[in-house]
């Protein structure tokens, strides 16, 4: 059931750039200018840890490696 609201659509390096740039955004938060914007950094990051990404689904789109059908 929850795979089909979100499937694995994202590949490792996929997501590990996700968490890389989320966290990143994340930190303008605490340091450097300190602007709330830094708060859209957590959607990358959501969308990294959990490995789904809304906008992938709804284009088709998918970076993650095929699954073998048995």
Known sequence: MLDKLMPQN???VDRVLR????LGGLS????????MWGLVGLIPLVTGL???CPLYSLFGLSTAP???KH
């Not at 968490?19 to 989320?22: E, F, P, Q, W």
């Not at 303008?28 to 602007?35: A, H, I, R, S």
């Open 19 to 22: 968490v890389a740039l989320g």
């Open 50 to 52: 959990v490995g789904s």
């Open 66 to 68: 095929k699954q073998a």
């Open 28 to 35: 303008l938060v605490f340091v450097g200018p300190q602007t």
């Open 10 to 12: 994202e590949g490792t």
